[in-house]
């Protein structure tokens, strides 16, 4: 079916102008007629998402959640961040949907038709941490440019798909290969039909990894739209940007993969540490790999009264890119002594981990919860600001919500 | 009684005009009745189902599209200041407002993001309009100090039932 089709038994312009997709019946809509779309952009009805979500931006769509919405041990819909660098594709042609995998380092180049790839290749599911390399970026000093990320760039949904590895393998890579790339169906800002959005990648040792799969499920339905359907890479742990969506090919590249947003200063921090508002040249800016250690209270909700006397039950998880956290402490004395959390393990690599606690108060007054994790190399999360960098990226300084006792 | 006589006169003539008007009236009334019959015998225009009704066109109100409410631009959410128009026209073709309005720089770095954006993203030779646009930004969206750790703010107090 084609993803337009059904646009059909849903209202008229709900979808039509926002998503940018084909309108059904615009033939016989009347001439000046405005539609609904123009005349109420609700993003919450348009992607399914909880009222409580923030809109950082309508175009392109950046949409992020608060700490206590993430509160499911497996992310629903509703509750997962929407980051976009260029325009939701307009028709998803699912049945003629492909995938190529080409490039300098593939023996021959290979297409597979969607359903193909779905009989060919076992399939695995995985719980998969995804979050924005800008995760945080709000809190920088001197601010940095882009979306103006809070905490809620995060999430932990369940993935279905087959590895990359297996399509890999079956196509015949050559042994020069570094780096794979992706390309995708989404639109430019511009509409320059000649430039890509965003089309990032990782090297191969990542592309080879278990938990590196080509998705068509997300949490065991189709992917929603606007995270990718029909056709997702995923690669937990490392900046959700590597994890592109409307996937339509993949290239393996005998060199850094160079698409755009893989270059400049893009998803890079400095080599080496700098004062904050410094300068750094572009050859001095080094890629983002796997993201830093981190957690989110969520529960309560920031903002909690109890009286005195009351213990307080906090509970969140925990992530730390591509290591486990090996453990999880809270404080509510501004870090002066901290005290130990319940940590699980997660329910395969690259997924979060769920915490919780059972919090005391001495007196009466107001109090901060602050949330700090380790990971398996014994790097914790700062209470201050991680090193600045210019475009505020892996900002994983610990989380806090405010308390009283009354 | 000459002048009684004129009077009844006078009368009997504005009754007699007054008549031949109405009559006038009536008889055109329905002769466009029945010109409309000849034309359209089924009625049709008086029918719900007609696919032919006409389209009122609410206009697109100019006066929204420009609005601003305690000095700030409706449509955009720009804050009202000599520069905002070229803002507008400028700004806000590719991308939301929003993404303008959330960002805090100074005039360098506005102007290496401008270049940035001529550069990949297909933005225009803004001319002269480039220093109108960046003087209105860092006039109006300066950079605020928030040091290495804000204060939490906006908390939204509640009571906690366990």
Redesign the interface.
């Known amino acids: 079916m084609k993803r337009r089709s059904f646009v059909a038994k849903s209202s008229l312009g709900s979808l039509a102008v926002l998503l940018g997709v084909e309108v059904v019946y615009k033939e016989l809509i ?5 539609l609904l779309a123009l005349q109420d952009t609700d993003p919450f009805k348009l992607f399914n998402k909880d009222e409580g979500m923030v ?6 769509w950046n949409i992020e959640a608060q700490a206590h919405l993430l509160d499911d041990r497996v992310t629903p819909n509703k509750s997962i961040f929407v980051r976009n660098n260029g325009l939701i594709p307009e028709e998803i042609d699912v049945e003629n949907w492909s995938l190529t995998i080409d490039g300098e380092s593939v023996k021959k180049k290979k297409t597979y038709s969607l359903t193909e790839l779905k009989s060919k290749f076992k399939h695995h599911t995985y719980q998969l941490t995804l979050e924005c390399g800008g995760n945080g970026r709000s ?1 920088f ?3 940095a ?4 990320w809070t905490i809620g760039a995060v999430y932990c949904a369940t993935w279905t798909g087959v590895r990359l590895r297996d399509v890999l393998e079956d196509v015949g890579i050559k042994d020069d290969a570094v780096y794979f790339g992706y390309h995708a169906a989404d639109i ?3 509409r ?1 039909p000649t ?1 890509e959005p965003i089309s990032r990648g990782a090297p191969m040792s990542k592309a080879l990894q278990d938990e590196t799969i080509l998705a068509f499920k997300m949490n065991g339905e189709d992917i929603p739209l606007a995270h990718g359907y029909p056709l997702r890479i995923i690669a937990g742990g490392w900046p959700a940007s590597v994890s592109g969506k409307w996937l339509q090919r993949i290239s393996i590249r005998n060199i850094v993969h160079d698409g ?1 947003k893989m270059t400049g200063t893009a998803y890079r921090v400095p080599c080496k540490p700098v004062a904050p508002g410094e300068k750094v040249a572009d050859e001095e800016m080094c890629i983002i790999e796997s993201m830093p250690v981190k957690s989110l209270i969520t529960y ?7 009286s005195k006397g ?1 213990k ?2 906090i509970r969140g998880h925990a992530w730390a890119g591509e290591l486990e956290v090996t453990k999880m402490e809270y404080s509510i004395d501004f870090g002066s002594t901290w005290q130990s959390c319940r940590v699980e393990k997660p329910a395969n690599r690259l997924a979060w981990q769920h915490f919780s606690a059972e919090v005391s108060f001495p007196q009466e007054g107001y109090y ?1 919860v602050w949330a700090k994790a380790t990971d398996a190399n014994g790097v914790s999360q700062p ?3 991680p090193g600045w960098n210019p475009k505020g990226y892996l900002n994983n ?1 610990c989380h ?1 919500i ?1 308390v ?1 006792i009354t | 009684m000459k002048k009684q006589n004129n009077d009844k006169l006078k009368h009997g003539f504005q009754n007699l005009y007054q008549k031949i008007i109405l009559a006038s009236v009536v008889i055109a009334l329905g002769a466009i009745v029945l010109v409309y019959f000849i034309v359209d015998p089924n009625l049709s225009i008086f029918k719900s189902d007609n696919p032919q009704t006409e389209i009122v066109t609410l206009p697109i109100e100019d006066d929204d599209f420009n609005k601003i409410e305690n000095g700030i631009h409706v449509r955009t959410g720009f804050i009202e200041a000599p520069g905002m128009t070229e803002t507008i026209q400028n700004c806000t073709n590719c991308h939301s407002s929003k993404l303008v309005i959330q960002n805090r720089m100074n005039d360098e770095r506005w102007k290496s993001t401008i270049k940035w954006m001529q550069e990949t993203q297909n933005l225009w030779d803004l001319g002269e309009n480039e220093d109108v646009i960046i003087n209105y930004l860092v006039t109006n969206y300066p950079p605020k100090k928030v040091g290495r750790r804000a204060v939490l703010t906006d908390i939204d107090w509640y009571q906690l039932e366990e």
């Open positions: 009347p001439k000046d007629y405005r809109v950082l931006n309508d175009k392109p809190e000093d001197p601010p440019k882009g979306n103006q430019h800002l511009s320059d430039k755009t309560p909700k920031s903002g909690a009264t109890l009351k307080l039950n901060e209470m201050l600001l300084a806090r405010a009283k």
